[in-house]
T-cell receptor, first 114, second 113 residues
Framework: DQQVKQNSPSLSVQEGRISILNCDYT??????FLWYKKYPAEGPTFLIS?????DKNEDGRFTVFLNKSAKHLSLHIVPSQPGDSAVYFC?????????????FGKGTLLTVNP | SQTIHQWPATLVQPVGSPLSLECTVE??????LYWYRQAAGRGLQLLFY??????ISSEVPQNLSASRPQDRQFILSSKKLLLSDSGFYLC????????????FGSGTRLTVV
């Protein structure tokens, strides 16, 4: 039972255009969502996050949108750059407790073409 | 500074052989520690987490075990590897409160042949 779903395994975008990566979740107890970026042979690095009390969080070229009613979040990258090419993981946390466990999606491989 | 070390980077092991992956953290004390695995075609799956020395919680039944013999050391082990144990193993630690503080190691690519 996959609680965090990234249904697009890959996405290809032209440099300068917008990249939109999508993520859906099923667990209503999730209250914090994160996006991680991963290059080959490296561990994921934190990119941006959003709390369930917000519907938007922006950090430079990266914006995350949260639609709680649809249990959907998306990451927008504008403008996309070749260096953004990586695997992007959506992750969620919540449900109480202090163990801060993350549930990840399968990831989306973003390729930004020059 | 706070860093996380994970080794080896790659490992090829025959079926039935033992496994020991080590993760150490520097520059902090009493961190939460985590082992994740990404198998082919799947997302990162939490295997074990530890909130202190000797305290291990297992998330999924499997052929692996974990131990935390020291505050900043987290070890993933197996007595006999299976083909299905192949994957990319990541250690992570949490600094401070809140999941935003997760920091991952560089990972170990394990191939069981």
């Amino acid at each position: 039972d996959q609680q965090v779903k990234q249904n697009s395994p890959s996405l290809s975008v032209q440099e300068g255009r917008i990249s939109i990566l999508n993520c859906d979740y099923t667990n209503s107890m999730f209250d914090y969502f994160l996006w991680y970026k991963k290059y080959p042979a490296e561990g994921p690095t934190f990119l941006i996050s959003i709390s369930s009390i917000k519907d938007k969080n922006e950090d430079g070229r990266f914006t995350v949108f949260l639609n709680k009613s649809a249990k959907h979040l998306s990451l927008h990258i504008v403008p996309s750059q070749p260096g953004d090419s990586a695997v992007y993981f959506c992750a969620a946390s919540g449900g109480g407790g202090s163990n801060y466990k993350l549930t990840f999606g399968k990831g989306t491989l973003l390729t930004v073409n020059p | 500074s706070q860093t996380i070390h994970q080794w080896p980077a790659t490992l090829v092991q025959p079926v039935g052989s033992p496994l020991s992956l080590e993760c150490t953290v520097e520059g902090t004390s009493n961190p939460n520690l985590y082992w994740y695995r990404q198998a082919a075609g799947r997302g990162l799956q939490l295997l074990f987490y530890s909130v202190g020395i000797g305290q291990i919680s297992s998330e999924v039944p499997q052929n692996l075990s974990a131990s935390r013999p020291q505050d900043r050391q987290f070890i993933l082990s197996s007595k006999k590897l299976l083909l299905s144990d192949s994957g990319f193993y990541l250690c992570a630690w949490l600094k401070g409160a809140g999941v935003q503080g997760y920091t991952f190691g560089s990972g170990t690519r394990l191939t069981v042949v």
